[in-house]
């Protein structure tokens, strides 16, 4: 029902800062709460950022709270996440997420909550 398409990763020295797009196409992105994941080698996909559908809320996990943050441009039909102060842990694949099943101002964290899912895209902080 919808795509995505993330776009954005690279390599970044630790310190920096990398911004990641997440396109949709076939549905506008404001009818989802849209989520980051990351899966790091050797870890379990986890929870990194969130935006509500109304767009209103956000929410992040403790590990990237403060260095991280999520954004939607409606006209792009894009979700952004800005990420700062990059440390090595941050090394990763990130995932963009789609729930289409949450109310308007509820946010989800867990994988099982999200209906569509991206590709993924890696991002690799180096010392």
């Known amino acids: 029902q919808v795509q995505l398409v993330e776009s954005g990763g690279g390599l970044v020295q630790a310190g920096g800062s990398l911004r990641l797009s997440c396109t949709a196409s076939g549905r506008a992105v404001s009818n989802y709460c849209m989520g980051w994941f990351r899966q790091a080698p050797g870890k379990e996909r986890e929870f990194a950022a969130v935006i509500a559908q109304s767009g209103t809320r956000t929410y992040y996990a403790d590990s990237v709270k403060g260095r991280f943050t999520i954004s939607r441009d409606i006209a792009r039909n894009t979700v952004y996440l800005e990420m700062n102060n990059l440390k090595l842990e941050d090394t990763a694949v990130y995932y963009c997420?789609?729930?289409?099943?949450?109310?308007?101002?509820?946010?989800?964290?867990?994988?099982?909550?999200?209906?569509?899912w991206g590709q993924g895209t890696q991002v690799t902080v180096s010392s």
């Open positions: 997420a789609a729930d289409g099943d949450q109310p308007l101002f509820d946010i989800a964290v867990r994988t099982a909550d999200y209906d569509y």
